[in-house]
C-alpha cells in the first residue's frame, strides 16, 4: 500500500502535468476545485512584458527591421512556451497593428510566471531581446525592473515600470536635426581643482584617477575630499563647503578611508558612505547606485544636503556587471548617465580605476583597466604614478579635453598617527605637496625613463660628494645640499649617492647642529 506522502507527491505531479498540457493548449485553467483560479496572474510580470513587447516592436521605424528584430527572438534557443507566445505576438501584431493588451496576453496565457530560477518564459524572453535590438539603456531599465520583481519590491516596481515607459523606444521619434551656429551660447568650464592658476578638474563632470596599486590615487581622491568639505579645495567651490559622497569596496572606511581623512583634515560631518544591499553582510553589498531603481534616491540626497563631490572607488564596480569591457558603446552609454547626473546636478564625480599589467605600454590612458570607452567618453583622466627612485608620487593629467597642458605635480606620503584613538595605534598617511614639479611625468615613469636618468644623477652626485670630501674635509650637510640642487640633484639622489660609499662618516659636532660628512679613505 502506498504511503500517503507518495499519494500526494503523484497528486501533485498530476496536477502539474495538468496545468502544463492545459497552458500548451492555450486553455486558461482558472477555476479550481474550491472555485478559486489555479493560477494567480501576476499583473506587474505581464505589464513587464507587455512593455517588452513594445519595445521591441518600437525599437525601429522600419517595418521591415521590426520583423527581423522580432524573429531574431524566436530564433533563441528558449522554451517551447516562450516561442509559442512570440508567435501569438507576431500574429497580434500582423492583425491589430499594435502590441498586444495586458488582458488580452493574460487571457490567452494564465500560466505566464515571472520567478527567479530557472529559464522562465519572461528570463528568456530577456535574454532575447539584447542589447542590439533594446539599446542599451532600455536593457538596463528591463534588468532594473525584473531585479526588483524578483526581489518582491512590488511599489518599486510599478515605479521602475513608469520610468521605463516614459523613456523613449530605440529609434523612435528621431530625426536629423540642425543648428545654425550662431543660436548656440558659449559656455565657460567651471574648474573643481585649479591649482596656482592651472586648470585640471573640471566640475559638473565625471573624471577618472587612475594608476596601479600603491600609485597614490586614492590619497590624491582623499585629499581633494578632505578640501571639499572645509571649502578650501582651489577651484569654483573655494569658500563653499560642500558635502562628499564615498561609495567603495575596495577599501575598507574604518582601517583606510576614515582614518586618512581625518588626518587630512575633513570635516567628518560633511562626508557619508553609500552602498546598496545588507549592512551586515559586505558580501552581499553594491555600489551601483547609478541603476534606475536608486538614482532618482541619489538626486534627491544630492540636492538636499548640497553634495560637491561623489567619490566612486572603483568606478567599474557602479556599471552593471552584464557590460563587458570589450562592449565599448555599451560602456559609453553608462558612463554617459553617470556624467549626465553630475552635469545635471552641478556636482564632481570622480571614479577611480586601475591600470592594467600591459608592462610594455607605456602611455598611462591605454593602460586603464576596462574598455577604450573609459578614456573616450570621459573629458578629464589623471594618472597616478610612485617614482620608487626619489620616493615621490607624481601626478599627471593625461587627458585635458577643456583645459590647456598643466605641468605634472608631486606630493609625498607622510605617516600619521590619529591622536585619541586606540589601542591598537590608529596609524595612517597623509599627503604633503611638494612645490618644484617632479622631472618625470606617469608616461615616463611607466616607461621606465626615470630609472635610467637616476643612474646618471647618482653618478654626478657621487662626483659631487667626491670633489668636495676627498681631501679628507668635514663639510655641513646643508652646504653639500644647496650645492646638490644647484647642480640640478634633488636631496633624495644626494642621499643614494652618499650611501653608495663603505667608507663614509657623519658627526654632528653638538646637540641641535648641523651634521658635518666626510669620506675617509677616498682621494682624488
Request: net charge neutral; proline share 6%; charged share 25%.
Amino acid at each position: 500500500m502506498a504511503s500517503p506522502s507518495r499519494t500526494g507527491n503523484r497528486r501533485k505531479a498530476r496536477e502539474r502535468d495538468d496545468a502544463a498540457k492545459a497552458v500548451a493548449n492555450g486553455q486558461d485553467r482558472r477555476a479550481g476545485r474550491d472555485g478559486k483560479p489555479d493560477v494567480k496572474p501576476d499583473e506587474h510580470g505581464y505589464d513587464i512584458c507587455k512593455l517588452l513587447i513594445q519595445r521591441v516592436i518600437g525599437s525601429t521605424g522600419d517595418e521591415y527591421d521590426q520583423v527581423l528584430a522580432v524573429r531574431k527572438i524566436f530564433a533563441a534557443d528558449v522554451t517551447d512556451l516562450n516561442k509559442r507566445v512570440w508567435q501569438w505576438i507576431e500574429d497580434y501584431h500582423e492583425k491589430h497593428g499594435e502590441a498586444p493588451t495586458t488582458t488580452a496576453f493574460r487571457r490567452n496565457y494564465p500560466a505566464f510566471k515571472f520567478v527567479k530560477g530557472d529559464k522562465t518564459p519572461l528570463a528568456a524572453l530577456v535574454e532575447a531581446a539584447d542589447k542590439d535590438i533594446l539599446g542599451v539603456g532600455q536593457f538596463e531599465l528591463l534588468h532594473t525592473v525584473l531585479t526588483l520583481h524578483e526581489q518582491g519590491e512590488y511599489d518599486q516596481v510599478a515605479a521602475a515600470l513608469t520610468k521605463w515607459a516614459e523613456q523613449p523606444a530605440r529609434g523612435s521619434g528621431s530625426a536629423v536635426i540642425f543648428t545654425k551656429g550662431e543660436d548656440i551660447m558659449p559656455e565657460g568650464v567651471r574648474w573643481a581643482w585649479a591649482p596656482e592658476d592651472s586648470d585640471w578638474i573640471p566640475a559638473d563632470c565625471l573624471s577618472l584617477i587612475a594608476g596601479r596599486g600603491d600609485s597614490g590615487k586614492s590619497a590624491l581622491s582623499v585629499w581633494i575630499a578632505a578640501n571639499m568639505t572645509r571649502g578650501t579645495l582651489p577651484g569654483c567651490f573655494y569658500g563653499t563647503p560642500r558635502r562628499v559622497v564615498w561609495a567603495t569596496l575596495e577599501a575598507s572606511p574604518a582601517k583606510e578611508v576614515v582614518p586618512r581623512l581625518k588626518a587630512a583634515g575633513a570635516d567628518m560631518s560633511m562626508i557619508e558612505f553609500v552602498h546598496i544591499g545588507s549592512s551586515a553582510d559586505p558580501a552581499l553589498r553594491s555600489i551601483r547606485i547609478f541603476d534606475v531603481a536608486y538614482i532618482s534616491t541619489v538626486r534627491k540626497k544630492i540636492r538636499a544636503d548640497n553634495v560637491g563631490l561623489i567619490v566612486l572607488d572603483p568606478l567599474l564596480d557602479t556599471l552593471n556587471p552584464r557590460l563587458k569591457d570589450k562592449e565599448q558603446i555599451a560602456v559609453r552609454e553608462a558612463l554617459a548617465v553617470v556624467g549626465s547626473l553630475a552635469e545635471d546636478e552641478q556636482l564632481l564625480i570622480i571614479g577611480i580605476a586601475h591600470f592594467n599589467k600591459m608592462s610594455s605600454v607605456h602611455d598611462a590612458v591605454d593602460r586603464i583597466t576596462g574598455s577604450a570607452a573609459f578614456s573616450q567618453r570621459l573629458r578629464c583622466i589623471i594618472a597616478c604614478a610612485h617614482n620608487g627612485e626619489n620616493g615621490t608620487f607624481v601626478v599627471s593629467l593625461n587627458k585635458h579635453s577643456w583645459s590647456p597642458p598643466a605641468e605634472p605635480r608631486a606630493f609625498l606620503i607622510e605617516s600619521h598617527i590619529l591622536p585619541g584613538y586606540g589601542p591598537p595605534l590608529v596609524k595612517t598617511i597623509r599627503v604633503r605637496w611638494l612645490e618644484d614639479g617632479p622631472e618625470h611625468d606617469v608616461d615616463d615613469i611607466l616607461a621606465g625613463k626615470h630609472l635610467k636618468d637616476a643612474e646618471t644623477k647618482v653618478a654626478q652626485a657621487r662626483a659631487l660628494l667626491l670633489e668636495l670630501l676627498s681631501g679628507g674635509d668635514e663639510v655641513p650637510k646643508p652646504d653639500i645640499v644647496a650645492m646638490a640642487e644647484a647642480r640640478g640633484i634633488s636631496e633624495a639622489t644626494l642621499y643614494r649617492a652618499w650611501r653608495s660609499f663603505d667608507k663614509r662618516h657623519s658627526t654632528v659636532p653638538e646637540p641641535g647642529g648641523h651634521a658635518l660628512w666626510s669620506l675617509p679613505g677616498h682621494r682624488d
